[in-house]
């Protein structure tokens, strides 16, 4: 596609639920990034993916947090037992392998 | 890691002023990035900046890696300019092509 595609926008979900979150890179993309920000901080890394495997997994919070990328294309994100501090806006990237990073318009995950 | 630090942390502007941002970073770097954020939360490439500089419209960029620290300059700034900036690295010795981003400037263009 033309730009980083993320679903859903909006996921609001009860304390203790099941979450994926889904993203589409930029077609042709080797490398894909997932980040979470929280209300007035930067972006926080997660994981970054080249191909499909993943290269850095360092900055996933706990074993709640997993993420695949099967066919090197289109990576889920994924959420067990959801707790409120999960709540962020989760933000997804993709580059060509040259450096450039272009993030797609997020999915913004509310707990309750 | 690497450590990335902006400023200011706030500025407002009348429209049509001029303004300096500033990133400064403590080790070396593979890659620097500058986004807007707007306020719908979309994060827009504005630079890729690993040295060196560059200009696009009102926009330009300075980045000197010896020094460790990039400057984004804003001419003439408009209500639509108004969001946060962030700056954006990649750890040379890392390991990692992962960026780290600033806390960002927030910026208000008032009419």
């Known amino acids: 596609g033309a730009g980083v595609s993320q679903t859903p926008s909006n996921k609001v979900t009860e304390k203790g639920k099941y979450v994926e979150l889904r993203c589409d890179p930029i077609s042709g993309h080797t490398a894909l990034y997932w980040y979470r920000q929280s209300l007035g901080q930067g972006p926080e890394f997660l994981i970054y993916f080249q191909g499909t495997g993943a290269a850095d997994d360092s900055g996933l919070p706990n074993d709640r947090f997993f993420a695949v990328r099967p066919e090197g294309s289109v990576s889920t994100l994924k959420i067990q037992r959801t707790e409120r501090g999960d709540s962020a806006v989760y933000l997804c990237?993709?580059?060509?392998?040259?450096?450039?990073?272009?993030f797609g318009e997020g999915s913004r995950l509310t707990v309750l | 890691g690497i450590q990335v630090e902006q400023s200011p942390p706030d500025l407002i502007l009348q429209e049509g002023a001029n303004s300096t941002l500033r990133c400064n970073f403590s080790?070396?770097?593979?890659?620097l990035q500058w986004f807007h954020q707007n306020p719908w939360g979309q994060l827009i490439n504005l630079f890729y900046i690993p040295s060196g500089t560059k200009q696009n419209g009102r926009l330009s960029a300075t980045t000197v890696a010896t020094e460790r620290y990039s400057l984004l300059y804003i001419s003439s700034s408009q209500t639509t300019d108004s969001g946060v900036y962030f700056c954006?690295?990649?750890?040379?010795?890392?390991?990692?092509?992962?960026?780290?981003f600033g806390k960002g400037t927030k910026l208000t263009v008032n009419p």
């Open positions: 080790d070396s770097v593979n890659n």
């Open positions: 990237a993709s580059s060509s392998g040259i450096g450039e990073l272009f």
């Open positions: 954006a690295v990649e750890e040379a010795q890392g390991g990692s092509e992962k960026l780290v």
